[in-house]
């Protein structure tokens, strides 16, 4: 499993994410795969960007536009266990490094 960043894109895209109407969206309710092609689908607020929400815009069109979307449902993976799955005992172990 991939992921596009670690940090949420509302955190790394603050003036986007100040103009964009849906706050709540996910990446699958904007992105859209059509012919092998990614068409990102954006729902602002204002009628023109600013300069720094076009460089933004940019940053992010080639982030998403460079990841490699699958097929299928999105899932939770555990980091800290053996093979992604949560034990009690990986939990144990991850406090006790700590």
């Known amino acids: 499993m991939e992921h596009v960043c670690t940090?949420?894109?509302?955190?790394?895209?603050?003036d986007l994410?100040?103009?964009?109407?849906?706050?709540?969206c996910k990446i699958p309710d904007g992105v859209r795969v059509i012919g092998g092609l990614i068409r990102i689908q954006?729902?602002?607020?204002?009628?023109?960007?600013?300069?720094?929400?076009?460089?933004?815009?940019?940053t992010i069109s080639n982030l998403i536009g460079s990841f490699q979307f699958n097929q299928g449902n999105d899932g939770w993976r555990w980091n800290i266990g053996i093979e992604g799955e949560f034990t009690v005992q990986s939990i144990k172990r991850a406090l006790q490094v700590q």
């Open 42 to 58: 954006f729902q602002w607020t204002v009628q023109a960007l600013t300069s720094t929400e076009q460089q933004q815009v940019s």
């Open 7 to 14: 940090d949420p894109l509302s955190n790394q895209f603050l």
């Open 17 to 24: 994410f100040s103009i964009e109407s849906s706050k709540g």
